[in-house]
């Protein structure tokens, strides 16, 4: 049986979904581990359970916010699932940033999701900003999903 998902914190964000502000969640207990890892602080499972407080925390930014991204949550894809449509049904946009690297777990999110961002993080290739990252951030809109990776590429 998966554990509870559990967040070590939160914080409005703005380069993390492109023309989105963005609530981001930091859901911990990452089965990832990637090498390089920026947030290795979220390996560890720890914190507050996220079912118990995630209507207060909308219901605290839903003014404020487009959108809210949550950041992992791999290890419990039922929990995430359910925490995408109270999202969405909160009249947010809803994100899912994952470690992932295949899209056909999350086919039944589809309808609840408007952006997804799969793969590990691997140093070789760096994050969603290098033309050689192994990432791919696609944005959805009926039902499609469409790669607009390229947004976050720097300009070389």
């Known amino acids: 049986m998966n554990k509870p998902l559990k967040y070590l914190g939160y914080c409005v964000v703005f380069q993390e979904v492109p023309n989105e502000t963005s609530l981001a969640i930091n859901i911990s207990g990452c089965p990832h581990k990637c090498e390089g890892c920026h947030s290795q602080y979220l390996w560890k499972y720890r914190g507050n359970y996220i079912t118990e407080d995630i209507e207060g925390i909308i219901g605290k930014y839903k003014n404020f916010v487009t ?13 995430l699932f359910e925490l995408t449509k109270l999202i969405k049904a909160s009249g947010l946009k809803t994100c899912i940033y994952s ?20 793969g590990p993080y691997k140093a070789r ?3 969603l900003n290098q033309m050689s990252t192994n990432q791919i951030f696609y944005q959805i ?12 590429w720097r300009s070389m």
Not at 67 to 74: A, K, N, P, R, S
Not at 99 to 118: A, H, M, Q, R
């Open 99 to 118: 470690g992932l690297s295949e899209t056909d777990v999350f086919l039944e999110f589809v309808p609840y999701l408007d952006y997804l961002k799969i």
């Open 141 to 152: 809109s009926d039902g499609k999903l469409k790669d607009i990776t390229s947004i976050f």
């Open 125 to 127: 290739t760096g994050g």
């Open 67 to 79: 959108c809210v991204c949550l950041m992992g949550g791999d290890q419990n894809l039922e929990e």
